[in-house]
Structure formats: structure tokens, C-alpha cells
């Protein structure tokens, strides 16, 4: 084939021990802890809801390294937001609950940046609020572990600390909609596909980072993910 531009480069996501993951689409699923969806005005076991990030907000993070995020344009108000991350290494549509493991190749530390001043805003007008969200290195995240190595994730601690200092915590057996239930129903509304991610959800603390500050993300199993805002 031959293309009239350059073709844009594929996003990756590095893989523990060695390789790359290609990353086919980003979907996140919103309030997706109890105490998170409190904290911003919600309750209950509300029905999961959606959005969506471009492949290439990806700020992959090398093991051991220290990521580095521009702070990014428009906002006062960027907010960190730390995920266990699912990698998806086979597809298809109306996956039953029963046999989502099944489509999983791995997991990974991720934080779902946010603009909330600019997400709040779109939300007082009954706008898509993309521009809160999907935003370059919207999307920092640590190595891929296959799950072949870490069996299936359905409990531990999750945190984060800005500075060195505790901001989020809880465990993942906190997930409203667990990972199972997750993967079934975006596959309902859309056909996955090998190299898709999905976030899965951040616990409550979420809060504002400014130039300057180091955020560390960890999960039980998963190592940590070092993330510094410039």
C-alpha cells in the first residue's frame, strides 16, 4: 500500500522481561469504585458506563524508569486518577462473564489523567466531555505482565502517592463491575479486539497534581509505575 502521508507510528506498550504490546483501542470505564463514585456525587451499583482515549495518549513508562508528562494545555485542574489496566489479547462480541479470562493477555499500572476543569465544564453544558479525557499522555502506564504469570487479578492493594505522599488507596475486590463483567459488557457495544486496554476504574482520593510533582502508582503484583509532571 501506498500512503500519501506517513503512516503514523503504532503505540506500544512495553511488556515485562522484553517485547511490545500494540495498542488497538483505550476504553475506561467511568466511577467504577464505590468511594470514587461518592466523592463525585454518585452511589450505588449504577450500570457501567464508558469513554474512550486515542491509542497514542499512551505514555509508556520502561521498567524502573521514571516517566515524564508534560502538563498539558488549557486546565488549572489536572487530576490523577490510578487503574489496574487490562490488556486484551483475543476479541469478539457478547463475550459471556464466564469466559472474559479468556480474552486476557495481561495487566499493568495505568493513571487516567484528567482535566476535571475542562470535563466539569462540558458537563454543566450536556457536552461530550473528550477534551477532559483524551488528551496527549492522557494515558501514562508501566509494563504489561501476561497473566500467564500473575493468574488472574481479582484482589489487592492499589495506591498512589504524589511527593511521596498517600493519596489513593483500595483494593481491587472494590470494583463495583469486576473485570469479568467489564470485558462482557463493553463487548456488547463494541467488538474488541487483540490490543485493546481497558482501565478499569480508580479508587477514591483523586486529585490535583501541578508541575514539578512525582506520582507513584502501585498494584499488588504488578510493580509500580513512577510518573513525574513537567
Known amino acids: 500500500m501506498s500512503y500519501v502521508i506517513p503512516a503514523p507510528r503504532q503505540a506500544v506498550v512495553p511488556v515485562h522481561g522484553g517485547g511490545e504490546f500494540p495498542v488497538h483501542r483505550i476504553y475506561c470505564v467511568g466511577r467504577n469504585y464505590a468511594e470514587h463514585a461518592k466523592e463525585m456525587g454518585h452511589s450505588g451499583r449504577e450500570a457501567p458506563f464508558f469513554f ?29 486518577e490510578i487503574e489496574l489496566v487490562v490488556a486484551l489479547g483475543s476479541g469478539g462480541r457478547d463475550i459471556a ?56 487479578l481479582s484482589r489487592g492493594a ?3 502517592s504524589v511527593n511521596g505522599q ?33 482501565f478499569t476504574g480508580t479508587p477514591a482520593g483523586v486529585g490535583a497534581v501541578v508541575r514539578g510533582d512525582v506520582m507513584e502508582g502501585a498494584i499488588e503484583g504488578l510493580g509500580t509505575l513512577r510518573v513525574a509532571v513537567r
Open 52 to 80: 474512550m482515549k486515542p491509542a497514542d495518549a499512551v505514555l509508556p513508562v520502561a521498567e524502573g524508569a521514571t516517566g515524564e508528562m508534560a502538563y498539558p494545555p488549557l486546565t488549572n485542574d489536572l487530576h490523577h
Open 97 to 152: 462473564v464466564e469466559d472474559a479470562v479468556k480474552h486476557i493477555w495481561g495487566y499493568a499500572v495505568g493513571l487516567d489523567m484528567t482535566r476535571r476543569d475542562l470535563q466539569g465544564e462540558m458537563k454543566k453544558q450536556g457536552r461530550p466531555w473528550s477534551i477532559g479525557k483524551g488528551f496527549e499522555q492522557s494515558a501514562p502506564i508501566g509494563p504489561l505482565r501476561a497473566i500467564a504469570t500473575t493468574g488472574e
Open 158 to 160: 492499589i495506591t498512589l
Open 166 to 198: 498517600p493519596r489513593q488507596r483500595g483494593d481491587l475486590s472494590d470494583l463495583i463491575w469486576n473485570v469479568a463483567e467489564t470485558i462482557s459488557t463493553l463487548s456488547k457495544a463494541w467488538t474488541l479486539q487483540p490490543g485493546d486496554l481497558v
